[in-house]
């Protein structure tokens, strides 16, 4: 596998034979009206062609347990959308996608144009995803209070007991009135239960205003196109997921996943956070080696690889079924 540097350079030499240029696509909450990254754009020629030259680079990306049918339709359906992005951004973007496991269809991540630069953007089904995927995680609970709820939280109270949300669904939405708390939580195996994470819409605003450089240069441009403008609430349950990694068990993935989605946010290079699929090999050796170890001091443990010398494929052969799990 050629590596990224090679990518890139091939990305920004070879000509991209794109079509005409697009005007940006904006994405609704996919959780409410099912809507897919791209819909409506047609994969033209210079779609494929930059499916056939970086086809095995992403597949090579891919983690074994991720549809590799999903994501390349995700991926023909976003790059028309992508046509104003230089070639080297565009597959960066891809790539981190890639390697973090995620689709990008919208539900669990989104690929978008800021200004001439792809940026890969987890959303917070993508955050739960990778919850999920540590198999220490049994559900995650994300959701808004809206004023006219019923909820109750107090941090003191046992679990169960210390919040409760009973949602109005019988009410026009106008009656339910805005959205007032931002909420995370998940049961783990075993049946413990984690702090509950509670966000107002000030500590959301907070975070915004703190940290999200793609927020800040919409303001200054009076665009107000990022997606702290465009989907607030998500953003603001995102936050909340966000916060709640440090109550759950956690994985390299989602360490690595919050470090690219604050790259992302301060318009820096995301591919250098994305876990490399080698060292990810190497890394479940040592944690092999280390429980054979501790498991028997009179058996040797067996010696860890060095980067480059695994025989044949660098990683366990694609799932290409895949599979969906619900959130």
Wanted: glycine share 8%; with cysteine.
């Amino acid at each position: 596998m050629t590596s990224l540097k090679d990518r890139v350079k091939a990305a920004t030499d070879k000509p991209s034979g794109r079509g005409p240029a697009l005007d940006d696509v904006q994405h609704d909450r996919a959780a409410d009206d099912g809507a897919e990254q791209g819909r409506g754009h047609k994969p033209d020629e210079g779609t494929m062609e930059f499916l056939r030259r970086y086809e095995q680079h992403f597949a090579e990306a891919l983690p074994s347990n991720v549809d590799t049918t999903a994501f390349f339709a995700a991926v023909r359906s976003v790059l028309p959308t992508l046509t104003r992005c230089t070639p080297a951004s565009q597959l960066q973007a891809l790539l981190t996608c890639a390697r973090i496991g995620l689709v990008p269809d919208g539900k669990q991540a989104v690929i978008t144009a800021s200004g001439n630069v792809a940026t890969f953007i987890p959303t917070y089904r993508g955050f739960i995803e990778l919850m999920y995927r540590s198999g220490r995680v049994d559900s995650v609970h994300v959701g808004m209070v809206h004023e006219n709820d019923e909820w109750a939280f107090e941090p003191t109270a046992p679990a169960p007991l210390d919040f409760t949300h009973r949602p109005r669904p019988d009410l026009p939405k106008a009656a339910r009135g805005p959205a007032i708390l931002a909420y995370a939580f998940c049961w783990l195996k075993g049946g413990a239960r984690s702090q509950v994470v509670v966000l107002s819409r000030e500590d959301a605003e907070e975070i915004r205003d703190q940290y999200s450089d793609a927020y800040r240069r919409a303001q200054e441009t009076g665009k107000l196109d990022s997606f702290w403008h465009t989907h607030f609430l998500d953003m603001w349950m995102k936050s909340a997921i966000r916060r709640l990694e440090k109550y759950v068990p956690t994985s390299a993935e989602l360490r690595a996943l919050g470090a690219i989605d604050d790259a992302g946010e301060a318009g820096q290079s995301q591919i250098l956070l994305a876990p490399d699929p080698e060292v990810g090999l190497l890394v479940a050796d040592a944690e092999r080696a280390h429980r054979s170890a501790e498991s028997s001091q009179d058996t040797a443990p067996r010696m860890l690889l060095v980067k480059g010398t695994r025989r044949g494929r660098s990683k366990p052969k694609k799932n290409r079924g895949g599979r969906r799990r619900a959130a």
